[in-house]
């Protein structure tokens, strides 16, 4: 990766880190997961209200980790809002196959702009021990929509 790219995902992470959008809980939540990656202690709780459309109505989160962890958290939230749940997985899978490098580069679900934000935050892949932590708030979505309770890294 070349060093300036790097220093702007950097940015782009502390800044969410420090200051996460949507960090807050969902009083009418239609569902919650936990979350856990224990390799890490991040931890957290991913709220969600659906409308009967299955479209994601709002979404926020809680709970406490690494940098990383928190801004993935973050960028999700700001990501998946306003889309299907079909629409926030294929996301996830995507963001999953650039974090591990099984990129199949099959885009055709996501906007320019969307991809644009999972690159940032699949910039993670330079540091392997990071990879649970950025996909750990979206396998604890991914819990949530599937209606179970708990989510790790470790399944
Ligand atoms: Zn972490």
């Not at 009083?27 to 991040?42: F, I, M, R, V, Y």
């Amino acid at each position: 990766m070349l060093d300036d790219l790097r220093e702007l995902y950097q940015e782009v992470i502390l800044d969410h880190g420090k200051s996460p959008r949507n960090f807050r809980d969902v009083e009418d939540a239609t569902a919650h997961a936990h979350g856990a990656n224990p390799l890490c202690g991040d931890q957290l709780v991913v709220y969600l209200k659906l409308d009967d459309g299955k479209r994601i109505e709002d979404v926020s989160f809680v709970g406490k980790g690494c940098a990383i962890s928190v801004a993935s958290a973050s960028m999700m939230t700001e990501l998946v809002k306003g889309r299907t749940v079909d629409e926030a997985k294929a996301m996830f899978e995507r963001f999953h196959e650039m974090c591990t490098g099984e990129d199949s580069g099959d885009d055709s679900t996501l906007l320019e702009d969307d991809l644009e934000k999972l690159n940032v935050l699949s910039g993670v892949r330079a540091f392997p021990v990071r990879v649970k932590c950025a996909t750990l708030p979206w396998h604890t979505l991914n819990a949530a929509i599937d209606g179970k309770d708990e989510a790790t890294t470790e399944a």
